[in-house]
């Protein structure tokens, strides 16, 4: 008897080889910039939304032990191969997420059981979803906790960076700590970032409030391309941001506008093992424009160099060094003097006429 459900697209079966891929395992931030490409194609787009919302839609089937058991054994069977795709055919991944996937229907889920706590090492992101539907990106060498309870969703930020994409659960807020700041939310999405005894707050969509430690001051409410800074022990100042740009790194790019180059050095330096490195007075404030993908350093290095005008050199241990370039040997020839004007040659004396002369009267 043959099978009367149609068999899933191309599409489809990436998309959820996809999900297992970006939701079970760490992944590199080339990861993230394959994944980007890939969703370029709107066929892929339109698979993975409908992925997404299939796994938004599957609690109840992703808690049955049965189904957990078998994406496991589909998990470590794909484990045994690297992720890459297969000449003329979808992922492997892919064809074992979907055998798990026909069990409940065609429901997509996402492999693998919650744990407690996430964590991302250098050059290294990943994604979670949650029990609830929400995600958390974590960037590079970042670390969540959860501590989901029955009315509250909390998270801890131990270290590093992570985009939040809220389920939302009116009953059940979400909470994110992040050292002495709490985060509340109850349905959006928005990063925190640790840094420097500092967190930064950014809000992409909905509204959060941001309230910092004991006797340091209000809370406030955020609204979309608003971010919130919080230094130690200090008060919290709001300014407005351009809040697709300052989470640009979720999607494998970093995007720059009039930033100084110090500044621009420094993220950019997050992401790949080869680091840029600034010589010489003078560079620092000067401003860089452009996007440029996450952990390619050398094109963000080549990049500057030719709009700056600036001396590109690798390092011993192959990083790159920008520096002032310099100065180009002198070409002008030496000065001749001044022309004098030439000596005017005295002319020849004519004679004087005499009177005229006649014949003799």
């Known amino acids: 008897?043959?099978?009367?459900?149609?068999?899933?697209?191309?599409?489809?079966?990436?998309?959820?080889?996809?999900?297992?891929?970006?939701?079970?395992?760490?992944?590199?931030?080339?990861?993230?910039?394959?994944?980007?490409?890939?969703?370029?194609?709107?066929?892929?787009?339109?698979?993975?939304?409908?992925?997404?919302?299939?796994?938004?839609?599957s609690g109840d089937h992703a808690a049955d032990p049965g189904i957990l058991k078998m994406t496991e054994q589909a998990l470590d069977r794909g484990r045994r191969r690297p992720w890459r795709i297969l000449p003329g055919g979808p992922r492997l991944a892919g064809a074992l997420v979907l055998a798990s996937l026909a069990a409940v229907g065609g429901v997509y889920l996402l492999l693998g059981r919650i744990a407690p706590t996430y964590g991302t090492a250098h050059i290294e992101q990943k994604v979670v979803r949650l029990e609830d539907g929400s995600r958390v990106h974590l960037n590079v060498d970042s670390q969540v906790r959860v501590a989901f309870r029955p009315h509250e969703r909390r998270l801890v930020?131990?270290?590093?960076?992570?985009?939040?994409?809220?389920?939302?659960?009116?009953?059940?807020?979400?909470?994110?700590?992040?050292?002495?700041?709490?985060?509340?939310?109850?349905?959006?999405?928005?990063?925190?970032?640790?840094?420097d005894g500092g967190v930064q707050v950014t809000l992409l969509q909905g509204a959060v409030?941001?309230?910092?430690?004991?006797?340091?001051?209000?809370?406030?409410?955020?609204?979309?391309?608003?971010?919130?800074?919080?230094?130690?022990?200090?008060?919290?100042?709001?300014?407005?941001?351009?809040?697709?740009?300052?989470?640009?790194?979720?999607?494998?790019?970093?995007?720059?506008?009039?930033?100084?180059?110090?500044?621009?050095?420094?993220?950019?330096?997050?992401?790949?093992?080869?680091?840029?490195?600034?010589?010489?007075?003078?560079?620092?404030?000067?401003?860089?424009?452009?996007?440029?993908?996450?952990?390619?350093?050398?094109?963000?290095?080549?990049?500057?160099?030719?709009?700056?005008?600036?001396?590109?050199?690798?390092t011993a241990d192959g990083d790159w060094r920008l520096a002032a370039a310099p100065a180009p040997a002198s070409t002008s020839r030496p000065a001749l003097a001044p022309s004098q004007p030439p000596t005017p040659t005295p002319a020849t004396p004519r004679p004087t006429p005499g009177p005229a002369s006649g014949p003799p009267a």
């Open 1 to 57: 008897m043959s099978d009367p459900r149609p068999r899933p697209t191309r599409a489809q079966e990436e998309a959820a080889a996809w999900l297992a891929r970006l939701g079970h395992q760490s992944i590199s931030t080339r990861t993230v910039r394959e994944f980007r490409d890939w969703r370029d194609d709107p066929a892929n787009d339109a698979a993975y939304a409908e992925a997404e919302a299939f796994w938004e839609a």
């Open 157 to 195: 930020l131990t270290r590093g960076e992570a985009f939040f994409d809220v389920a939302h659960d009116a009953a059940r807020p979400f909470v994110v700590e992040a050292g002495p700041v709490r985060v509340r939310a109850l349905g959006t999405r928005f990063d925190v970032r640790r840094q």
């Open 209 to 314: 409030r941001v309230a910092p430690g004991p006797g340091e001051g209000p809370a406030v409410v955020l609204r979309p391309n608003q971010a919130a800074r919080l230094a130690r022990g200090g008060p919290v100042s709001t300014a407005a941001v351009d809040a697709a740009r300052a989470t640009s790194w979720t999607t494998g790019r970093l995007v720059f506008r009039d930033t100084p180059l110090a500044a621009a050095v420094a993220e950019v330096n997050r992401y790949s093992a080869r680091k840029v490195e600034l010589a010489g007075p003078g560079l620092a404030a000067r401003p860089v424009s452009g996007f440029f993908d996450v952990g390619d350093a050398e094109s963000f290095a080549r990049g500057v160099a030719d709009f700056h005008d600036l001396s590109l050199t690798r």
